[in-house]
Nanobody
């Protein structure tokens, strides 16, 4: 089973940028859709976006469209979440998760099989 490790979180000022990485070990990600999720204090975890493994199609929640971009590396072991024009409301713990299938069901992969441990993103105003 693929294991996922997120990195790249930190503290940034409003309007700044961060790039999160979701690195796989134990397997490649060439057959798994990968989703990014976030959970802010006191709120439920929400889907941020998803990338399919078949054609690289991406899907984003409305609040991050135009600011966040999900991509894969050619080696198929890392998925990235590039975040630009960050806002204080983007503050959360960000997680990546792998789906069993290669496609996304809207904002999330289908049949989630593995989660990373999360990385904190804090945006100051």
């Amino acid at each position: 089973q693929v294991q996922l490790v997120e990195s790249g979180g930190g503290l940034v000022q409003s309007g700044g940028s961060l790039r999160l990485s979701c690195a796989a070990s134990g397997a490649t990600l060439d057959s798994n859709a990968i989703g990014w999720f976030r959970q802010a204090p006191g709120k439920e975890r929400e889907g941020v976006g998803c990338i399919s493994s078949s054609d690289g199609s991406t899907y984003y929640t409305d609040s991050v469209k135009g600011r966040f971009t999900i991509s894969r590396d050619n080696g198929k072991t890392t998925v990235y979440l590039q975040m630009k024009n960050l806002k204080p409301e983007d503050t959360a713990v960000y997680y990546c998760a792998a789906g069993f299938d290669h496609y996304c069901a809207g904002l999330v992969p289908t049949r989630l099989v593995s989660w990373g441990q999360g990385t904190q993103v804090t945006v100051s105003s």
